[in-house]
């Protein structure tokens, strides 16, 4: 009997065994955890007092916490073969925008670049006031003066002209404006081999008001030239008008017109009408803001009409407290012409001026 009872007994005794091989392993562990809780609780103790930096750090305060728990310590700082990396809110943070002055912001923002567009005339045709008016637009920038890259320094090169713009981004146009290139025999080739891309700006205006404009800003800094009947004809018994005189020759619009669409398409050029840029400003800036590929930024709410110069004049904005209008030479009080020399010119142009609406699809109502 008791052989079978010690028998029974027999083979629980591995089953115990387990047990006991269960216990001590499960109590080794928790020896292990709490040692290693104690050790990082005195390394987080000691990193306090010493004043080391807490490492731990996250992208985000949200996944800070979880971070913590599982992402172990970075060294103290960068090996001096390593240079730190920059942290992710600096790499992340959007590059500063350009004011919409183009008077203002860092010089170092941006590139300089050459011109994607360019007004090209006409002489006192309204050039400054288009200048003007779209340097409002945020995503223009423009070169103040006057370059003459294309007619008087094309020798001094790219290189230079490109050292004459104003820094822009990415998303804004350079702009510069010279209204002799419209003129100019060797501009449109010499614009062509700059960008076949370029777009032309061209400001016209009735040209014998344009050619009167043109004599009054002579005469008031050489007030001993001949008169404007004396220069506009050759004979003026027999209606000869002088082509040779520049002011009459710019006005025949058409036959400068002809040398620019030997190298750009019409659709590449763009013309303003310097009568309508009075009357209705926001208008015809609208079409050059079209024109340009940008959107309609300067509105009516831009303008006022300045009655003493007789022209729209800019509005104070943020940047500026007071209007802004064109300098004292702009709406000056042009000289008084006989009025049957008008009438002789008139019909000196009237052929120019038809066949220039034909080509441009455009009319001006100049007659």
Not at 38 to 53: E, I, M, W, Y
Not at 142 to 147: K, Q, Y
Not at 329 to 340: A, L, N, W, Y
Request: charged share 25%; with cysteine.
């Amino acid at each position: 009997m008791a052989y079978r009872v010690l028998g029974r007994a027999g083979p629980p005794q591995p089953r115990r065994a387990r047990r006991l091989l269960f216990a001590f392993t499960l109590s080794l562990s928790c020896t292990y955890l709490c040692y290693s809780f104690l050790c990082c609780c005195d390394d987080l103790g000691r990193s306090r007092l010493l004043g080391a930096p807490r490492c731990l750090r996250g992208p985000s305060a949200g996944g800070q916490k979880l971070l913590q728990k599982s992402r172990p310590c970075d060294p103290p700082g960068p090996t001096p073969s390593e240079p730190s990396a920059p942290s992710a809110t600096a790499a992340a943070a959007p590059a500063p925008r350009l004011s919409g002055s183009n008077h203002s912001g860092s010089p170092k923002l941006g590139t300089k670049r050459l011109p994607q567009a360019l007004i090209v005339g006409v002489k006192k045709g309204g050039t400054r006031a288009v200048l003007e008016f779209i340097r409002v637009h945020p995503d223009v920038r423009a070169l103040g003066t006057e370059p003459h890259f294309f007619d008087r320094n094309y020798g001094r090169g790219l290189d230079w002209y490109r050292s004459l713009m104003p820094r822009t981004l990415e998303t804004q146009i350079t702009l510069e404006k010279t209204p002799s290139y419209f003129v100019t025999q060797e501009a449109p080739r010499r614009i062509f081999n700059m960008s076949r891309d370029t777009k032309l700006i061209v400001v016209v205006r009735n040209p014998v008001t344009r050619a009167i404009s043109d004599y009054t800003q002579t005469l008031s800094k050489k007030p001993d030239i001949p008169t404007f009947e004396g220069l506009s004809f050759r004979n003026r018994s027999l209606g000869l008008v002088d082509v040779s005189w520049n002011a009459i020759r710019i006005g025949m619009y058409v036959l400068h017109l002809e040398s620019w669409l030997r190298y750009f398409p019409l659709a590449q050029i763009h013309f303003v009408s310097g009568e309508r840029l009075i009357t209705d400003p926001a208008g015809e800036m609208g079409r050059v803001q079209d024109f340009l590929g940008i959107k309609r930024f300067i509105t009516d709410k831009h303008f006022y009409f300045n009655k003493t110069k007789g022209f729209p004049c800019l509005k104070k904005t943020q940047s500026s407290l007071l209007p802004r209008c064109l300098g004292k030479s702009k709406g000056r009080t042009h000289v008084q012409i006989d009025p049957e020399v008008i009438d002789q010119l008139r019909e000196f142009y009237r052929p120019y001026n038809i066949k220039f609406y034909e080509t441009v699809g455009q009319d001006f109502r100049w007659e």
